[in-house]
């Protein structure tokens, strides 16, 4: 639970436990509590717009927000201008957790670019550190219009949209990171708001999730990510994990390999339920999920030792990456589809370094064949399948 969300229900507490002491006092006592009321609003709404112009300062952010401050501070209710919001605080909390793990030795480069038919973007790149060889982390906040190719993109996921090319806003935080140590796992998430206008009025959803790529399985990591993103799913819905868990599984496949990315997580898409500020707060728990999930397996063995063939074996595992990248990401091909996409942001997600062998197999019994069967078959990390059996 985040600390806005206890001061929150505190509150509520609070005025709970008003509201009884007052009841059954005379009539002048409940005059005094409507006025106290009163001024408790007010007194609120100045602490929100005071609030909001501390979020917006520059300095919690990589970098300025695409859109003008005087437009977010206009806008606050917007779902568009909380959005923004949540991604420039990842973005910038997710930045620094991994250069605090460099000790000091490397840094992000900071791209902010605009795009001429609206909005922009922000690219933090960090590569050839001690840690880790190259991560990126992105937000874009773009409008304009749906080019054809993306329209038909949405009516294959049962979009029903009318026109060939449609106004829209997105609006998304991105990351992949790629550790320099093969026993450290590359993760990858991906949180994002899209609104779009035809002739029915606005249609608008999330997406988003988080999954994790290691190269030698340990797991003791996967158990530990898995839990830190069920028990973010479990604050708004407990049939959120299974579902995402497998449509994670379903999506991250390499189809022509006959084999997953990696070890899974959560995934998800067109989530317009059960409604707009509470689909919001879900996104926003899982994106804060990520650093407890991701950043203790880094600190437990980005000091781990390994070898020629570890890394041999991490390098391969990355062409795989690459693979799945490049022939089945939805938001790679939605990018490459968008009028005036900046192509170095979309194809950050892209390693270093990668290899390709000729029909590669690993060796009977070794730690690589360990990894290929979960990757061939994806495990239940939880057990929750198993207990749900028991239970009946």
């Known amino acids: 639970m985040s600390f806005k969300t206890v001061v929150r229900s505190l509150r509520t507490l609070s005025y709970v436990g008003s509201y009884k002491k007052i009841r059954d006092r005379p009539y002048k006592f409940y005059c005094a509590a409507i006025l106290g009321t009163g001024y408790i609003a007010y007194s609120q709404m100045k602490r929100n717009k005071a609030e909001m112009k501390e979020i917006i300062q520059l300095k919690n952010y990589m970098a300025e927000p695409i859109t003008p401050l005087s437009q977010l501070e206009k806008n606050q209710d917007d779902m568009k201008t909380q959005m ?147 028990h973010a799913c479990d604050e708004h819905d407990p049939s959120y994990y299974p579902k995402f868990k497998k449509w ?60 020629y063939h570890e890394r041999q074996w991490q390098l391969l595992r990355r062409g795989r990456y690459v693979e799945f990248n490049l022939i089945y990401d939805r938001g790679t091909k939605f990018g490459l589809h968008t009028p005036e996409a900046r192509y170095e942001s979309i194809l950050m997600s892209l390693p270093l370094n990668a290899k390709w062998e000729y029909m590669h197999e690993p060796k009977q019994n070794s730690p690589e064949e360990k990894l290929m069967k979960v990757l061939k078959e994806p495990r239940d990390w939880l057990n929750i399948e198993r207990n749900q059996r028991a239970t009946a």
């Open 248 to 307: 994670c599984d379903d999506y991250f496949t390499i189809t022509h390999r006959g084999e997953r990315r990696g070890v899974g997580g959560i995934f998800f898409d067109d989530v317009d339920y059960p409604s707009q500020k509470e689909a919001f707060n879900f996104v926003t728990s899982c994106a804060e999920a990520v650093i407890p999930s991701y950043m203790p397996l880094v600190q437990r063995h980005k000091d781990d030792a390994y070898g």
């Open 84 to 230: 923004e919001l949540l991604i420039m605080r990842i973005q910038a909390e997710f930045c620094r957790a991994l250069e605090k793990e460099e000790d000091q030795e490397a840094k992000f480069k900071v791209d902010r670019w605009t795009r001429k038919e609206g909005g922009g973007g922000i690219t933090c790149v960090l590569q050839d550190g001690r840690v880790f060889e190259k991560a990126g982390v992105n937000i874009s906040v773009v409008h304009g219009k749906l080019p054809p190719a993306a329209v038909q993109q949405m009516r294959s996921r049962g979009k029903n949209l009318q026109s060939s090319e449609l106004p829209f806003f997105a609006a998304g935080v991105s990351a992949v990171i790629h550790p320099r140590n093969p026993m450290v796992p590359t993760i990858h998430f991906n949180y994002r708001y899209f609104e779009v206008q035809d002739k029915d009025g606005v249609q608008w959803w999330f997406g988003g999730g988080t999954d994790l790529t290691p190269y030698y399985l340990n797991e003791e990591d996967a158990v530990h990510f898995h839990l830190t993103l069920k």
